[in-house]
């Protein structure tokens, strides 16, 4: 087999770039470890910037969206229940975040590449990469237990953190950064109706919280716990409890409680590898990058990895030029610490940490009460929170 991109990976990184090399007339073929009930199953984010929203028009995916996407145009912060409001779209000129499942992207994905005939290969085993750094790079893996191998031009790591893209830059040239938190996120969803029309981020002594949404029925609910806990040890009573304690009676007054039929317990870490370029292979999404889900960055980060990576592409074959894909890295990266440090600041002021003392604590009431007074300090989070702009190739 030959195509120009392989693309490893039938995430959200790996099928928008299939998609943006189709709109422009490049090959490329998806490599997928998983099958697509697998892949468009997992339980992930579902705030979308104003940049993943664009993309998704760009390509003519967004009906769905438009139909059922729920836009905000602020979102609520509380500190030991008392709720206060940013005004995003005030403060950014306009800016808003769309509230759309992760797992309804990955449906408009795979629905549209199935119509379009885009090629993807499902349930692959032992992927290997070869040649990254000469001129002829192939793609090995099993399908059926026949071997199968791909000649490319590039290819494109977009399979996640435990994926194989990553380790196959040398470790003489890889760097990573790490940062991991000393707690998790205990999350659930429910068919019922959510306890705003926005989301609200909870700072209590007891610890975090996080009242959001999927759609005016259904809710999804976080509150921080210990990262070794047992979900069995939660059950839906004590969950909802929990929540409504660290809410504040307010927005507890609003919460409507149901059975769950979904509940994990995620760790939160923070996690960045350096360059996102060695030869011909390329990272994109959580392949480079993992972010805690505070503030909704990482499939957002994967869209912009992606975005600048397929404009990379088209200058190359269309412009012939590759100032696009040599300078792909530094811009990426560019973006992706700005939005690591958002990431790391917003759970740092709404969380409680095991060593914590009386200091620590007050230090993040007045963060908190600063935010609440200052329109300047709001402007700086809603900037950040609906996401800022791409940087110039």
């Not at 002594?205 to 806990?229: K, N, W």
């Not at 927005?251 to 995620?266: C, D, Q």
Request: charged residues 25%; hydrophobic residues 45%; negative net charge.
């Amino acid at each position: 087999m030959r195509t120009q991109v392989a693309i490893i990976g039938a995430g959200p990184a790996g099928m928008f770039l299939a998609h943006l090399l189709r709109q422009n007339d490049i090959d490329a073929v998806v490599i997928e470890r998983r099958d697509r009930a697998y892949v468009e199953g997992r339980v992930r984010a579902g705030v979308l910037e104003q940049v993943t929203v664009d993309l998704m028009h760009r390509l003519g995916l967004a009906d769905r969206l438009v139909r059922e996407g729920l836009v905000h145009g602020g979102t609520n912060l509380a500190l030991d229940g008392e709720v206060f409001r940013i005004d995003m779209a005030a403060l950014t000129g306009g800016s808003t975040v769309t509230v759309y499942g992760q797992q309804e992207v990955m449906r408009d994905l795979f629905d549209a590449a199935e119509a379009e005939g885009l090629a993807i290969v499902w349930n692959a085993a032992d992927v290997a990469l070869a040649g990254l750094d000469s001129e002829r790079p192939t793609v090995t893996w099993r399908e059926r237990g026949e071997a199968r191998t791909l000649d490319c031009d590039f290819v494109v790591g977009c399979d996640g953190f435990h994926g194989v893209s990553r380790s196959a830059i040398p470790e003489d040239v890889r760097r990573t950064f790490e940062r991991v938190y000393p707690f998790g996120w205990l999350g659930i969803l429910a068919d019922v109706p959510p306890a705003d029309h926005e989301l609200i981020y909870a700072n209590h002594e007891r610890g975090f919280a996080l009242a959001s949404m999927r759609s005016p029925t259904r809710s999804r609910y976080y509150i921080q716990c210990g990262v070794d806990e047992d979900v069995a040890d939660w059950p839906d009573e004590r969950f909802w409890d929990e929540l409504c304690v660290r809410l504040g009676p307010a927005a507890a007054a609003k919460v409507t409680r149901g059975p769950s039929f979904e509940k994990t317990i995620a760790p939160l870490r923070s996690f960045v590898t350096e360059p996102m370029r060695w030869g011909r292979l390329f990272l994109a999404g959580d392949a480079a990058h993992i972010v805690p889900p505070t503030g909704a960055k990482g499939m957002n980060l994967a869209v912009s990895d992606v975005t600048m990576l397929g404009e990379a592409f088209v200058n190359h074959y269309r412009d012939r030029s590759d100032a696009g894909i040599d300078g792909y890295s530094a811009r990426a990266l560019a973006r992706v610490w700005k939005a690591e440090r958002f990431s790391w600041w917003f759970t740092s002021v709404t969380h409680r940490f095991p060593t914590m003392d009386g200091f620590d604590r007050r230090i993040q009431m007045a963060e908190l009460d600063y935010i609440r007074g200052s329109q300047a300090a709001q402007r700086t989070l809603a900037e950040n929170y609906v996401g800022l702009p791409l940087t110039s190739a």
